[in-house]
């Protein structure tokens, strides 16, 4: 069993900066990628920000360079820090995890919302 807890989401106006955090915890040994992707209402979900075991890092279309995706190892933790926020970001964040079973696993969600 794994488990992915997110945080950090919440309702901020349109500038702001907001940081998410994904904790794995159970029974994965080791992480081959891990990130994040996005839903809004009515939308597919699309990625927004991954990395890699590898060293790799891939960001959804035009989204670099407002997030960044980082990560610590050693608590299995990855963290999307968002900004300069504008109102098409809204959505619900779901961290994803791709184990070295190549098992995908998905967090529960964390509503962002951008409004004034």
């Known amino acids: 069993q794994v488990q992915l807890v997110e945080s950090g989401g919440g309702l901020i106006q349109p500038g702001g900066s907001l940081r998410l955090s994904c904790a794995a915890s159970?029974?994965?040994?080791?992480?081959?990628?891990m990130g994040w992707y996005r839903q809004a209402p009515g939308k597919q979900r699309e990625l927004v920000a991954a990395?890699?075991?590898?060293?790799?890092?891939n960001y959804g279309d035009s989204l670099k360079g407002r997030f960044t995706v980082s990560r610590d190892d050693a608590k299995k933790t990855a963290y999307l820090q968002m900004n300069n926020l504008q109102p098409d970001d809204t959505a619900v964040y779901y961290c994803?995890?791709?184990?070295?079973?190549?098992?995908?696993?998905w967090g529960q969600g964390t509503q962002v919302t951008v409004s004034s």
């Open positions: 994803n995890v791709i184990s070295e079973t190549y098992m995908n696993y």
């Open positions: 159970g029974r994965i040994a080791r992480i081959l990628r």
């Open positions: 990395w890699s075991s590898g060293g790799d890092t």
